[in-house]
């Protein structure tokens, strides 16, 4: 099993001719190198429940997750480095063939049991585990823990360069945790993967210290929802990727670089101002999608 290496980040910095016009800088944080499976921002979000699990002396963690989870995978690939047992509670009954994410999931150890929907809603435990002992992490990695490990991302970057922190944002626990970092001048921008979540002001704030007024959520470029996508996102990564040589997932990075892009267009971020773009990894996500669609 590879290692995480950290030292793969790079800060790649955009050469586009529209940020030159509109004189926008765009640097953008390549934690899509850490590792090919475990992706980017999971790594960050889950060191500190993993430190706190070893220190628990617990052998097994349990988490949920759907089928295409990165966060499932991380957790599968974490557990497998750090020696311990994991544990999947799928959302959904068994398909016939398991999704490339889970039989990645399961060959790397990870005991898979599926449930429900509704039963996932309420994330009831399968009865069958009753008498196992074992570390519990939220689904996605949300909680305290989560922001405070997702705040170390900022640490490699100069993050006084920048004005604007720009993210990705599903269960909002990364936003949490770069708001922690940032200084009163500086902004966190979150671009909401989910339709019509406008509760994710509020988690938010619930797992983080930091006034409100340093955070943007911006809801209008889920493309129909989670996991949802639209031929003009599709076009938009396979342009991107000829621009700027980084490949893009179309469930968060990808909405993520049009989102920005956009905006870029349509002036909401003044003259001067320096972004960073998390790239928070996720690629192996695009397996779910036809071959061909994409060109990296
Ligand atoms: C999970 C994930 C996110 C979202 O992170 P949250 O902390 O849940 O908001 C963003 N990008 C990628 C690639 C992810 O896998």
Not at 80 to 103: C, F, M, V, W
Not at 269 to 292: C, P
Request: contains cysteine; aromatic residues 10%.
């Amino acid at each position: 099993m590879q290692a995480i290496n950290t030292e793969n980040i790079t800060i790649d910095k955009l050469s586009i001719p529209l940020l030159k016009r509109k004189k926008v800088n765009v640097d953008v944080l390549r934690l899509d190198k850490i590792h090919p499976l475990i992706s980017g921002n999971k790594w960050f979000k889950l060191r500190y429940y993993i430190e706190e699990a070893k220190q628990q002396n617990k052998k097994t963690i349990l988490t949920f997750g759907g089928a295409w989870s990165n966060h499932i995978l991380a957790t599968a690939a974490i557990c497998k480095i750090k020696q311990l047992h994991s544990i999947g509670i799928i959302r959904g009954e068994e398909a016939e063939d398991l999704s490339y994410t889970l039989s990645l999931a399961k060959e790397l150890g990870m005991q898979l049991f599926f449930i429900s929907r509704n039963d996932y809603q309420e994330k009831k435990i399968p009865s069958a585990l009753d008498n196992t002992d074992y570390y519990q992490i939220a689904e996605g990695g949300f909680g305290k823990q989560g922001a405070a490990g997702a705040a170390t991302i900022l640490d490699h970057c100069k993050i006084e360069n920048y004005s604007h922190i720009c993210c990705a944002a599903g269960t909002g626990t990364m936003a949490a945790g770069l708001l922690r970092k940032i200084s009163p001048t500086q902004q966190v921008v979150a671009i909401s993967v989910l339709k019509n979540y406008l509760e994710m002001e509020e988690t938010i704030k619930k797992i983080t210290d930091k006034p409100e007024r340093n955070l943007t959520v911006n809801h209008n470029y889920h493309f129909g929802g989670y996991a949802k996508h639209k031929p003009a996102l599709l076009e938009f990564m396979n342009e991107f990727y000829n621009q700027t040589s980084i490949p893009t997932d179309f469930v968060y990075t990808g909405k993520l670089c049009y989102a920005i892009m956009d905006m870029i267009k349509e002036n909401y971020f003044s003259e001067g101002s320096n972004l960073l773009l998390i790239h928070s990894g996720g690629l192996q996500g695009n397996a779910s999608l036809s071959k061909r669609t994409l060109i990296f």
